[in-house]
């Protein structure tokens, strides 16, 4: 194939960013240098790769075909450098990870800890929520991602590292706060806060009270759980969130957790990934720290927790 690297570097940015200018900006280079590198592409293969319709710049058949080739060929340089890197006793480069919102509170712990054994690895992380984070496999946009509950449409490999209970919780006012051993049925007599579709914590919820023919009475349905925090304090109904979210609320006694026959549901945090993906030797390299039993990460996520739990039974 009679091209550059430069000039396929030039393309697969312009590939990625549909737009010649954001290109230009990316790359460091001007929009007329550009320019006269995808020309000059084109020129060498005789062949277009871009067609634009009005104003809408699109990939032609080959242009789709050489995005693809571009893609593997670049994460082949960077596995190299990292693989190298590895051989030379330490390990750099860039760590691409999404996490849903409810991991927020302890994946920057754990990302600080890996940093420490790797201070040359550069981490790029989205909080997003589940519906996002599915999207986001789908694209095929991370190298891991940090979720719940995972999808089982998908063939995706899973690697569960630390506990993830889902409780009930209610305003220290709230009538159920003082009884004990509560039937999951007496939730329906009682105001009800959802998250949003698409919740892992609200999905895994909704089974458990289908398998157990309960239905509630939904007064509102929020997009997160900091607002869903500030809704239950505010005594404007009772909810169910990940234990993790809502450790120094419990501590400090603002919100408590509702002794509810059956809970806490205990799920799992996971770090996922596509089963065909050729996982980088940093991502690797996270994937053998989190899962190690020598560093203990169930402990490292739950270290910084103001308050110990201890499951009723």
């Not at 050489?66 to 060929?73: G, H, R, S, T």
């Not at 869903?228 to 990940?242: E, F, P, R, T, Y």
């Not at 006694?253 to 799992?268: A, C, H, M, N």
């Amino acid at each position: 194939m009679r091209a550059t690297l430069h000039q396929l570097k030039v393309f697969r940015q312009v590939a990625i960013s549909m737009n010649y200018t954001k290109a230009a900006d990316e790359l460091g280079l001007s929009q007329p240098a550009v320019s006269i590198q995808l020309k000059q592409l084109e020129n060498n293969l005789d062949i277009f790769l871009f067609e634009k319709i009005g104003k809408t710049l699109f990939l032609t058949p080959a242009g789709k075909e050489l995005k693809v080739f571009c893609d593997q060929l670049f994460i082949s340089f960077d596995n190299i450098d990292m693989t190298l890197s590895g051989l030379k006793g330490e390990l750099a480069g860039d760590l691409y990870l999404s996490a849903v919102t409810s991991a927020k509170y302890f994946t920057p712990h754990l990302l600080g800890a890996f940093h420490k054994r790797y201070p040359k690895v550069n981490f790029h992380l989205d909080i997003v929520n589940r519906e996002q984070i599915i999207k986001r496999l789908h694209d095929n946009k991370d190298d891991l991602v940090i979720m719940g509950l995972v999808p089982e449409t998908m063939a995706l490999a899973k690697h569960s590292f630390v506990d993830n209970p889902i409780i009930v919780i209610a305003s220290p006012q709230h009538p159920l706060v003082k009884k004990e051993n509560i039937p999951l049925s007496e939730l329906a007599e009682h105001a009800f806060i959802h998250r949003e579709q698409g919740s892992g914590t609200r999905k895994a919820f909704e089974q458990e009270i289908k398998a157990n023919n309960v239905k509630l009475k939904v007064n509102m349905t929020l997009g997160n759980s900091e607002t869903i925090k500030q809704a239950v304090m505010a005594d404007l109904g009772i909810s169910v969130v990940s234990r993790h979210s809502v450790t120094l609320e419990l501590a400090t006694g603002v919100l408590k957790e509702i002794d509810i026959e059956g809970f806490p549901l205990q799920k799992s945090w996971s770090l996922v990934h596509h089963e065909s993906k050729h996982l980088s030797p940093i991502a690797k390299a996270f994937v053998e720290f989190v899962l190690s039993p020598e560093e203990n990460v169930p402990a490292l996520c739950n270290r910084f927790l103001a308050h110990h739990f201890v499951k009723k039974s």
